[in-house]
């Protein structure tokens, strides 16, 4: 039943990434009613089939890729539906609804065969290291999104006359969210981040000290984690000192979206993230 | 003015006299105004005029509008001359020279022209949003002074396709007791114009300079709550753009002028309970520039010739260091510029000139024009349909008629059938079966008249949407 619930999330996702996209750049006020819901009927099925899994397979962690992927589109949806409640915008969705649709879809068609040999001791802390970092991706995603459409605003804006047909951006008349608001949701989802990151990163390094001892730090996906971090806080750093937005804001925070790809790709060299020793 | 509404059935007609901005000049319409404290008794004073039974005055620096109805439906001159007639006696000026200005529409027209009024695809600017405030307030006046009655309006306004409801309205009864004609056809008016305004994007936009400057600024900023405004020179134009910013949050307003006491002028001329302002002494301008977010030049006048412009790169970068890179608005509605364009290729630094906030007005005019389409298309269907029901009134008023008259005849034969039995009255199970009898009896008798009349009034003819 789990797999049949998160195809129709996968269907409700679908629908709603559509109707986003006259909602959001044709200002059609009747697709954001369907968009909204549709997102908000997906993320409850996408929930209930989680539940649904773990409970089933009496186990409270994500086991494989595709499994952990789905909890990601599921955090993804929620910032979506987050951000259309607190700043009235489904621009977001735009890009977010598609990548939820990219991250749940495989997992609901093919689901993953992956099985790692967990501790069953410290289920819990695993539990909150795995969701506070995802919740720390989805942060920086958003915050990269964001950086995005200040930029497109800002170009748009810039240009001023983008009805002649030549331009890429869409029209001064499409309402996309104010600068200073993308702004706004960059910083703060940045700033939601960090505390996730930091904890998950702590909690993660507590757990493998004291199952697999020191030899942990070693570990590839370990050091680039660590390296990650620095990033981030220096991101961060720069954006609230120095007000860094528009072009370099993007380039910025794209480098640091790249170096979170690394990361989670550090998977396959990780010893620590699959329970061997090092 | 023809109409295609089957008049033999109307007792009541609908009469719309008026001037608008497309026929009449404005001294014209400034002369046939009526100031909002007068409305009421002029209302009232129309509604008393012989043979009109409900009126409405709309009185906008646009438009004066009569809305009647009267007694009968007339195809002739005479209401019309009873309205010209109001405004000779109520306003002093001779029908000779209101009538060559002077519009008409009857009946279906005048109910397509309420439409298009309330809907603002009438006024001087398509989509503008105060005409239908306009509207309800002179609504809300004629409701308050009696000159329409407000009643049983809800039945018409659900929609409901059935005869119960359009025999409650009664709007063109034959019999009965009167019932507003106005309040249901106004308030259908409203709804009809709400539709427009979420269908179409025929409001969303703005047209006039000052308000396109407002409406960016909300690009860039948000919400204007909080942010500052500096008035770099003076002008009505700039003036008013100041004025538009305020309305839409800005509560920080700084003038710079070259003469330091005119400055002083605007700014207690701004001043508000709600509004700070202050006087930047037009020497430290670019010192203290960055304590604006949106900067309103318009000087026009060239600075010197090393420095054409009040505002250059250089100003703007060192403005933008000083901002921490926060954006900055210019808008320069100067002639001659006073903010170099180089400005807007720096990040954060926007700048429109007079010419760019004309260019985004006539895009968003264009877009008003294409949604006006969608729009009349909107108005012509909801007149179809509310002539549809209007013209459905008559059989339902006969199929009310028919009812009750069997049901007066099944009451009559009951009642003599009792005197009969009065010596052996029926008991209560006897008398509960003649009742329920009696009105099967006179429920089939009837069945196949009321089909008829119910099919003839779904069948009323109804206009073209198209048309």
Request: overall charge positive; glycine content about 4%; aromatic content about 6%.
């Amino acid at each position: 039943m789990s797999l049949l619930w998160l195809r129709v999330a996968v269907l409700l996702y679908g629908i709603a990434a559509l109707a986003v996209l006259p909602a959001a750049l044709y200002n059609r006020p009747r697709w954001r009613h369907i968009a909204v819901p549709a997102a908000l009927a997906g993320v409850f099925f996408h929930f209930v089939s989680i539940v649904e899994t773990l409970y089933a397979a009496h186990r409270a962690l994500p086991v494989d890729t595709h499994e952990t992927l789905s909890w990601l589109g599921l955090l993804l949806a929620a910032a979506f539906l987050a951000l259309a409640t607190r700043y009235r915008t489904v621009s977001f969705g735009i890009f977010l609804l598609p990548v939820t649709v990219l991250l749940t879809i495989v997992p609901a068609f093919r689901p993953g065969h992956e099985t790692i040999a967990y501790p069953f001791i410290r289920t819990g802390w695993l539990v909150l290291h795995i969701a506070l970092l995802l919740a720390a991706y989805a942060a920086l995603f958003l915050s990269l999104i964001a950086s995005l459409l200040y930029l497109v605003q800002e170009r748009r804006l810039k240009q001023k006359r983008p009805a002649s047909g030549r331009s890429w951006l869409p029209p001064l008349e499409t309402r996309l969210p104010a600068l200073e608001t993308t702004d706004q949701i960059a910083l703060k989802s940045l700033l939601f981040g960090l505390p996730c990151m930091t904890a998950g990163l702590l909690i993660g390094s507590v757990v493998a000290l004291q199952t697999i001892g020191p030899a942990f730090f070693a570990d590839p996906k370990v050091l680039l984690s660590l390296a990650m971090w620095c990033a981030y806080m220096l991101m961060i750093f720069i954006r609230r000192h120095s007000g860094l937005r528009g072009r370099r804001a993007v380039y910025l925070s794209s480098a640091v979206f790249l170096g979170a790809l690394a990361v989670w790709a550090a998977n396959l060299f990780s010893n620590v993230h699959r329970f061997r020793a090092p | 003015m023809n109409s295609d509404m089957p008049e033999t059935h109307l007792q009541s007609g609908i009469l719309l006299l008026g001037v608008n901005h497309t026929t009449a000049p404005l001294e014209v319409r400034e002369r046939l105004a009526i100031h909002p404290s007068r409305l009421a008794d002029a209302t009232r004073t129309l509604a008393h005029q012989p043979g009109i039974r409900e009126a409405l005055i709309l009185s906008t620096c646009n438009r004066v509008e009569l809305l009647t109805v009267h007694e009968a439906p007339h195809t002739g001159s005479a209401p019309q001359l009873g309205m010209l007639r109001f405004l000779h006696e109520y306003l002093n000026l001779p029908p000779d020279e209101i009538r060559p200005h002077v519009y008409e529409f009857r009946e279906r027209e005048a109910i397509r022209h309420l439409f298009r009024v309330a809907s603002s695809l009438d006024s001087m600017v398509v989509g503008e949003p105060q005409i239908l405030g306009q509207v309800k307030q002179s609504w809300s006046v004629a409701r308050e002074v009696g000159a329409i009655r407000s009643q049983l309006a809800p039945v018409l306004l659900e929609s409901s396709n059935s005869i119960e409801a359009f025999s409650s309205v009664g709007a063109y009864s034959s019999v009965g007791a009167f019932s507003s004609v106005l309040d249901p056809l106004l308030q259908r008016a409203f709804s009809v114009a709400k539709r427009v305004r979420t269908e179409t994007r025929i409001g969303a936009n703005s047209v006039s300079i000052a308000s396109v400057a407002a409406e960016l600024a909300r690009k860039i900023f948000g919400s204007l709550s909080g942010k500052t405004v500096l008035l770099v020179g003076a002008g009505k134009m700039s003036d008013l753009t100041a004025r538009h910013l305020i309305q839409q949050g800005a509560n920080t307003l700084l003038v710079s002028n070259r003469t330091e006491a005119r400055a002083e002028k605007i700014a207690d001329a701004l001043r508000t309970p709600a509004i700070t302002t202050g006087v930047i002494p037009f020497d430290q301008l670019h010192e203290q520039s960055h304590r604006a977010d949106i900067i309103l030049t318009s000087t026009g006048a060239a600075a010197t010739g090393e420095q054409p412009h009040v505002f250059t790169t250089h100003h703007a970068r060192t403005l933008l260091q000083r901002r921490r890179n926060r954006p900055v608005f210019f808008i320069d509605i100067a002639v001659p510029r006073d903010v170099s364009p180089e400005i807007n290729k720096l990040e954060g630094c926007f700048v429109y000139d007079m010419d760019d906030l004309q260019q985004v007005a006539a895009q968003h005019q264009a877009v008003r024009s294409r949604e006006a389409e969608a729009a009349e298309s909107i108005v012509n269907r909801e007149v179809a349909r509310y002539n549809q029901r209007l013209s459905q009134a008559p059989a339902v008023e006969a199929i009310k008629q028919l009812q009750s008259s069997a049901e007066a005849v099944r009451l009559h034969e009951l009642a003599r059938t009792a005197h009969r039995l009065a010596a052996q009255p029926l008991s209560p199970e006897q008398q509960a079966a003649v009742e329920a009898l009696t009105r099967s009896l006179t429920a089939k008798l009837l069945h196949s008249q009321l089909t008829a009349l119910r099919e003839a009034a779904s069948d009323a003819p109804a206009a073209d949407p198209d048309e």
